[in-house]
């Protein structure tokens, strides 16, 4: 009796066992302006504020974050010849921009922050071959880590990892 009763009893434990660990996890929320209007502090020790009225700011700017937006650029020209031509001759460590939360329907629904710092044209006063404008902006991916959202700026596309994370500020 007793072998039959234990028999049974662990039956029922290993289908319940079973059946708590095929249950699926819930969907990440799915972000709203809100959740992401608030300053973000990042992994190289910049500091993105994104404000309610749709203007952003970044300050401090990393080297780390700062590479990260010139990516396109550094693959052509020197850093002297970006500041100099794109920022009047000094390396910026902050600037002014607009936000925007927007999906990616083509790729799983994904959610991006999309930063837009302007167009900055080339001082072509300075270059005799003066490149094109460059369109000065960043993707942040926004992702749910269980705890709350978090922005990641990517090195490229999702599965090649991200150059800065940003978490929620605690001021």
């Keep these: 009796m007793w072998i039959k009763t234990g028999a049974v009893t662990a039956t029922l434990t290993l289908l319940a066992t079973l059946t ?3 249950t699926s996890t819930p969907p990440p929320p799915i972000p ?3 959740d992401l209007t608030r300053a973000w502090c990042g992994s190289s020790g910049d500091r993105i504020d994104l404000r309610q009225d749709g203007s952003s700011r970044v ?11 010139l990516r396109d650029l550094r693959d052509t020209w020197t850093d002297q010849f970006i500041w100099r031509t794109y920022f009047d001759g000094r390396k910026p460590t902050s600037t002014d921009g607009t936000w ?3 999906e990616d329907e083509h790729v799983d629904s ?3 922050v999309r930063l837009d710092f302007g167009k900055r044209a080339s001082a072509s006063r300075h270059e005799q071959e003066a490149p094109d404008p460059y ?3 960043d993707a942040l991916l926004v992702s749910h880590d269980g705890n709350g959202f978090e922005l990641l700026a990517l090195n ?3 599965d090649e990892g ?3 994370r940003f978490t929620a500020c605690v001021d």
């Design 100 to 102: 925007l939360l927007s």
């Design 162 to 164: 991200w150059s800065s």
């Design 59 to 69: 300050e401090p700017m990393s080297d780390t974050y700062l590479s990260h937006l």
């Design 110 to 112: 994904r959610w991006w």
């Design 20 to 22: 708590v660990g095929c």
């Design 32 to 34: 709203t302006n809100a």
């Design 135 to 137: 369109e000065f902006g």
């Design 156 to 158: 490229g596309r999702p």
